[in-house]
């Protein structure tokens, strides 16, 4: 199932995932009637054992007949914390389950030396499977054969791997590798984050200190930046069979793409750094694109011999998708030379070697699709040709191929869906309103699809053409729902037949098809643990293959409960409250609102608020600690706007806390504030506008947007290039959904960077603050909290700052996670709860 058309959108940031809405029942299963159950303790977090995780999870082998999966160890088992990546990837292991039933086993066994193995990618026909370890350091290829089930490494080098929808190492043929190689010696981003900062301190700071040597490290502003006499990587070519190794090309790479016929391979080369535009905010760049920056396009066939290496005509290159027949490649960049151009799709010609521009003011993300004629869709903004001229504001699926301008196909829809797949005879299909839509290419308008199904669309999954499974490319996996039930079918466009794909439990989701199998693989959270399940459209009883975090079922669980409130600009809002274990009706409580900006609840409970969640900052803590917690909803403006957070923070905040206390569970003289990061921020906010609260925690957060604009990042700052990526930079000045929003550089426009920024308003706290912070937190670093703290301490206010050195942007050490939940709640017992209580 590698292609995925939905209606909504994915979530961009780790931050957001943190908060972010889970397909999860709003009430436990089983009410807290067991009279045993103890409350979750911060130890228990490192018990925690997760199946999949955010690289490829899951992988069905090319025959149907195995999945592979990952499983990532608890912590409590592990030697060393979370030293190769922030993903945990140094505590997975893959798993292997065969479809037809028998017992599931670890092929890998991580667990022997405290290695990890993730990313399983099987080979063509089914005999090999690669993977990536952290046997040895670093990330290195591996690959395990199924007739002597024995793993060996291929290479010496690491894996430059990026984003998860990316692939890093792609299999030509039975026995062929292409994977893009980081340069001798260089270590992943993931350790590179962790340790180099530390060891380059140890390294550097004692030849100060003896006086013999040097340690000066210089850069440079205003020159060009020579990248090509940077430490180059390899493209590498590699037999899995005999080991047997030829290095296509030289230099930074990723995206491999393989064309249908398997004879070409496109991949994405780095060519340049980063070079801000004085005149231009990266304000118009979502984040995808801004880290797309310096990228072009190299072509080489199968054996590893160039056909085109630096495609020029393109700049900054987003995305790339051969054509179903192999001949042409879609690539979506920008016009050399042009910092104004929108995203443009481009078609590469292998024969004659030529290039035309074929879609103007693609979006961003874009959409790109082939029809089996070798027709390009993509998904744009209005065209020169657009006689209807529909809103600028409004994309739509454009059709174009070389004899013919580009065809607006959905016009005449409401709504366009998101993302499309493959249809019978030519057509596709796509989500759009909550339905199923059929999309012509031959000039007939859109067609909605009825087949009877419960529920609303919310999204579909189809076969890969790249595989064998081209007879069954009218057949879709279709995801629908209402509130937080969801069901599954397995659909034949052709015959328009369809049969549901039973779930062996309500908060099941499907994560994986098979269509050559027809055999899926669900995974469930509930309170009562985790579970994997191989599932069959038609098959009596799903089969259980693993099953692991059952400790919960001695553990309570606070109840959740969705509140409806206005906002102070009057906008109708929903929220979250966790009620205290063994909560008594018409007794009140103390209350901790935790606060992140940008959230917009709805029906469906917050992730962050289950018990099955082994995120440090797991909020059914503070239930089992004897508080309620409430999660509001705090909208700011849309990402394309200039966004003045600080006094919006309170808008959706206050009036939920209010209708809590109005509801009888909120004490009013008991009330604190928490967050985490942004929502640390947002703290900072609270305690300078209102001393409503008795008690504030805030993590990780910024709190002096001027400085924070243009501090280095701390895995970056030991390195002699520490602006390749300004991250910060972007955050602040970007008006995406993930960014601050405020659209320009402090310099521009200080009074609004003084505006939004807590530490302008420190004269006003009252409130007693705990401020916690890692000093390798490498998203915000901790010189944001020592500015506050500093502060509050000159001002001679009430706070105590808990500094976690080697910690991140999320604490790792389940020491330091135990320790700082002790603190927590000595901090807010002492303020919240009256003695004798």
Not at 130 to 158: C, H, P, Y
Not at 302 to 316: A, K, M, R
Not at 361 to 370: E, I, S, V
Not at 645 to 653: D, I, N, P, S, W
Request: glycine share 8%.
């Amino acid at each position: 199932m590698n292609l995925k058309a939905s209606g909504k959108k994915p979530l961009t940031s780790l931050l957001l995932v943190i908060i972010s809405c889970a397909v999860l029942p709003v009430v436990s299963q089983e009410k807290n009637s067991q009279p045993r159950q103890r409350p979750l303790t911060a130890a228990d977090l490192s018990r925690f054992e997760q199946i999949g995780d955010h690289n490829v999870p899951f992988s069905f082998s090319s025959d149907g007949k195995y999945l592979a999966f990952v499983v990532v160890r608890a912590k409590a088992a592990a030697a060393q914390i979370d030293q190769h990546s922030v993903f945990d990837e140094d505590r997975s292991d893959i798993w292997l389950a065969p479809v037809a039933g028998g017992r599931p086993r670890n092929i890998t066994n991580g667990a022997r030396d405290g290695s990890g193995y993730f990313m399983p990618s099987w080979s063509p026909d089914g005999t090999h499977l690669a993977m990536i370890s952290t046997k040895g350091g670093g990330f290195r290829l591996w690959v395990w054969e199924k007739a002597s089930e024995q793993l060996r490494l291929l290479t010496d080098e690491n894996v430059n791997y990026w984003f998860s929808d990316e692939r890093s190492i792609v299999w030509v043929s039975n026995r062929q590798i292409v994977c893009s190689l980081l340069p001798e010696g260089q270590r992943p981003g993931g350790i590179e984050q962790r340790k180099v900062a530390a060891e380059t301190a140890m390294r550097e700071w004692p030849k100060a200190w003896r006086g013999q040597e040097s340690t000066a490290s210089v850069i440079e502003s205003g020159v060009p930046v020579k990248f090509a006499n940077r430490r180059q990587g390899q493209l590498l070519l590699l037999d899995a069979v005999t080991g047997k190794k030829k290095v296509i090309a030289r230099g930074t790479f990723r995206a491999i793409k393989l064309s249908p016929d398997k004879q070409h391979i496109a991949v994405l080369k780095q060519t340049s750094v980063f070079r801000p535009d004085p005149d231009h905010p990266f304000a118009s760049r979502s984040f995808r694109r801004f880290a797309s920056l310096g990228y072009q396009v190299l072509i080489a066939n199968s054996s590893g011999e160039i056909v085109e290496p630096e495609l020029d005509q393109v700049d900054n290159v987003y995305t790339i998708e051969w054509s179903t027949d192999s001949s042409e490649l879609a690539i979506v960049g920008e016009q050399p030379d042009n910092p104004d151009s929108n995203f443009n799709t481009f078609v590469y010609k292998l024969a004659p070697r030529s290039v035309r521009r074929a879609i103007v003011n693609t979006t961003d993300p874009p959409g790109l699709m082939w029809s089996a004629r070798s027709q390009l869709l993509a998904r744009a903004a209005q065209q020169e040709n657009d006689e209807k001229r529909i809103e600028l504001n409004r994309t739509d699926w454009w059709l174009t191929s070389s004899n013919e301008a580009p065809r607006n196909l959905t016009a005449d829809m409401k709504s366009v869906p998101a993302a499309i797949l493959d249809g019978p005879m030519g057509t596709f299909v796509g989500v759009a309103g909550s339905n199923l839509w059929e999309i012509s290419t031959n000039g007939a308008p859109p067609k909605k699809i009825n087949l009877g199904l419960d529920g609303n669309v919310r999204s579909i999954s189809g076969p890969d053409r790249s595989t064998t499974e081209r007879g069954k490319l009218s057949w879709l996996v279709v995801e629908t729902g209402t509130g937080s039930m969801t069901r599954y079918y397995l659909l034949d466009l052709t015959s328009n037949s369809r049969v549901e794909i039973a779930k062996p439990d309500a908060a099941a989701r499907l994560v994986d098809f098979n269509f050559k199998s027809n055999a899926g693989a669900m995974i469930a959270s509930t309170r009562n643990g985790t579970y994997l399940w191989l599932v069959q459209p038609q098959a009596a009883k799903p089969l259980l293959i693993r099953e692991t975090n059952t400790f919960l079922r001695d553990i309570a669980e606070g109840e959740r409960r969705l509140i409806e409130y206005r906002s102070v600009d009057g906008r109708l809002l929903k929220g979250w409250v966790i009620l205290p274990v063994n909560y008594q009706e018409g007794k009140k409580y103390p209350l901790v609102t935790w606060v992140y900006p940008g959230t917009i609840y709805g029906g469906l409970a917050p992730e962050s608020t289950r018990l099955n969640n082994p995120l440090a900052l797991n909020l059914q803590l503070l239930s089992g600690h004897g508080y309620a917690v409430l999660l509001p909803s705090i909208p700011l403006q849309p990402p394309d706007q200039v966004r003045e957070v600080y006094r919006q923070v309170a808008y959706g905040t206050l009036p939920a806390v209010e209708k809590v206390i109005e509801m009888g569970i909120a004490d009013p003289r008991r009330l604190g504030v928490m967050g985490h990061s942004y929502g640390g921020y947002a703290t900072f906010c609270l305690i300078t506008q209102t001393n409503k609260f008795r008690a504030a925690v805030a993590l990780a957060g910024p709190t002096d947007y001027a400085s924070y604009y243009g501090e280095f990042s701390l895995n970056k700052r030991y390195t002699d290039t520490p602006l390749d990526f300004p991250r910060t930079m972007y955050e602040l000045e970007g008006t995406s959904a993930i960014t601050q929003g405020l659209g320009t550089p402090p310099w521009k426009n200080m009074d609004l960077y003084r505006r939004n920024s807590p530490i302008s308003y420190v004269e006003k706290v009252d409130t007693p603050v705990m401020i916690i912070h890692g000093d390798m937190d490498v998203a915000v670093p901790i010189e944001q909290a020592e500015q506050f703290f500093s502060a509050l301490y000159r001002r001679n206010r009430r706070s105590q700052f808990v500094r976690y050195w080697g910690e991140r942007h999320v604490l790792d050490s389940p020491a330091n996670i135990r320790d700082m939940w002790q603190r927590i709640y000595a901090w807010l017992d002492e303020l919240l709860i009256p003695p004798g209580q």
